[in-house]
């Protein structure tokens, strides 16, 4: 069982670390002397740094002054304005340059392959082909005539080496 409180009402938690603290804090000034004296410092230095309040305007001057200010909003933002679109141009002028060099550099390489293609030696006609083909499938295997079966290992013993890159 806890220690009984010493008031009517137990202290709470949050009461007991504020009192703590206080007695922790000796840095402060105690004597009534010092403490004026500090006061009197504070009151000096706030006097010395206050802002002068300025004269208030005219509601006519201050209208203009308004007015002048928003001419001058206006023009800053018609210049920011400018400067932003002079910088997009650019930067659209360059990313479109090379954009326009990549696709041209793909579309030589396209041409490149396509004619690399067609100037390659077929190994065959699509009825050499079909004959191998009747041969090896296991359908029409059966179907197929001894010179069928000539043709096509005639056909693939003369392309061995384009095959298998042996002699």
Known sequence: MGRPPIGKVAMTSTERSRRSRAKQRIDKPTDAATIAALKARIRELEAGVAPQP???????????LDAAIRVRLKALER?????????????MAIANAAVTKHSNELHEREKWLREFIAKQKKMGTMADWNNLMVCLHPDTRRTASDK????????????KFAITGEK
Do not use: C, I, N
């Open 148 to 159: 069928k079966f000539d043709d096509a290992l005639r056909w693939v013993m003369a392309r």
């Open 79 to 91: 210049e920011f304005e400018r400067r932003v679109q002079g910088e997009v141009k650019e930067r």
């Open 54 to 64: 300025a004269d208030p305007l005219s509601k006519t001057a201050q209208g203009k």
